[in-house]
């Protein structure tokens, strides 16, 4: 597998169920198309939901630590922490966030399709 030196922001809120996991996408989607997506640097948001209904894991990939952190410091935190809070007012049903600290992320391995290893 090739290097990957992308950097990633992982985001995870507990929800209390499949329609609130929807609703939660649909905004965190659009904040992402208004205040993030067209920052340099920036590749995608993926959102992941459990089956169970209880999670929302957001992962946005960015090209580098550098485009992340220029993100950071040029970008609206205010403005976008302000729709993110009135997002999360809007839903339906409640959601909370579990990140501790930063949810910043380099990846350090990558296992990828190949045959098997039998030297184990």
Do not use: C
């Not at 920052?39 to 090209?63: E, H, K, M, N």
């Not at 409640?94 to 600290?101: F, I, T, Y």
């Amino acid at each position: 597998m090739s290097a990957d030196i992308s950097f990633h922001s992982i985001i995870d809120y507990t929800v209390d169920g499949p329609d609130t996991q929807q609703e939660f996408v649909a905004v965190f989607a659009e904040i992402q198309e208004r205040w993030v997506r067209f920052y340099p640097g920036y590749q995608s948001a993926r959102f992941y939901l459990s089956t169970d209904g209880t999670r929302v894991y957001t992962i946005v990939r960015w090209a580098s630590e550098a485009d992340y952190r220029n993100f950071v410091e040029t970008s609206d935190t205010e403005g976008r922490m302000a729709a993110i809070s009135q997002a999360l007012a809007g839903l339906s049903g409640k959601a909370e966030a579990r990140m501790s600290g930063v949810p910043t992320y380099t990846v350090a391995r990558e296992v990828g399709p190949g045959p098997q290893r039998l030297d184990v």
